[in-house]
Antibody, heavy 119, light 106 residues
Framework: EVHLVQSGAEVKKPGESLKISCKGSENSFTNYWIAWVRQMPGKGLEWMGIIYPDDSDTRYSPSFQGQATISADKSITTAYLQWSSLKASDTAIYYC????????????WGQGTLVTVSS | DIQMTQSPSTLSASVGDTVTITCRAS??????LAWYQQKPGKGPKLLIYKASSLESGVPSRFSGSGSGTEFTLTISSLQPDDFATYFC????????FGQGTKVEFK
């Protein structure tokens, strides 16, 4: 069974940078897509974008284009979500999600990473 | 973006009840719809994909129906473990989610 294990909770100040990670548990990591989904406190789910780790083909939801950067390192079966300058409005839980394609549903979800941005 | 509208936002029910949650898409999405269950402090769990296909391991009391713009999730004989929040998701284009339906104890 595939497991996605995410990095731990982070507390940052506005303007700081951050990179969170999502590690896949098996070598077939390069055979599926990894998406990132945001859940703001007490709110619903928002799909941010997706990457195919084998060739780093990356797509972003128009709503999130330019807000954060998705990347991956297939040699260590890990995907990343990073910000260069955090805002308070980036405070949320971020999930990585295994999908079979760009337009697909989430087979497997990571446990989530809570990012808190506060001065 | 394709907008997904769920109703109701909250649903009060008792163990043994049959409950139905509705999801409406702002444009036709064929059968490209999934349903998820989320419990507090946990990531979502896939229940249904392609509108009516039950994910492996999900109890058969969960069922989905619909196509085009109108979809439903039905939970027959509600069990204590089913009190949670449910989300629909379209994947006809970049995925978008409904706002969620919380199923709570009556």
């Amino acid at each position: 069974e595939v497991h996605l294990v995410q990095s731990g909770a982070e507390v940052k100040k506005p303007g700081e940078s951050l990179k969170i990670s999502c590690k896949g548990s098996e070598n077939s990591f390069t055979n599926y897509w990894i998406a990132w989904v945001r859940q703001m406190p007490g709110k619903g789910l928002e799909w941010m974008g997706i990457i195919y780790p084998d060739d780093s083909d990356t797509r972003y939801s128009p709503s999130f284009q330019g807000q954060a950067t998705i990347s991956a390192d297939k040699s260590i079966t890990t995907a990343y979500l990073q910000w260069s300058s955090l805002k308070a409005s980036d405070t949320a839980i971020y999930y990585c999600v295994r999908q079979g394609g760009i337009y697909s549903y989430g087979y497997q979800w990571g446990q989530g990473t809570l990012v808190t941005v506060s001065s | 973006d394709i907008q997904m509208t769920q109703s109701p936002s909250t649903l009060s029910a008792s163990v043994g009840d049959t409950v139905t949650i509705t999801c409406r898409a702002s444009q036709g999405i064929s059968s490209w719809l999934a349903w998820y269950q989320q419990k507090p402090g946990k990531g979502p769990k896939l229940l249904i994909y392609k509108a009516s296909s039950l994910e492996s391991g999900v109890p058969s009391r969960f069922s989905g129906s619909g196509s085009g713009t109108e979809f439903t999730l039905t939970i027959s004989s509600l069990q204590p473990d089913d009190f949670a929040t449910y989300f629909c998701q379209q994947y006809n284009a970049y995925p978008t989610f409904g706002q969620g339906t919380k199923v709570e104890f009556k």
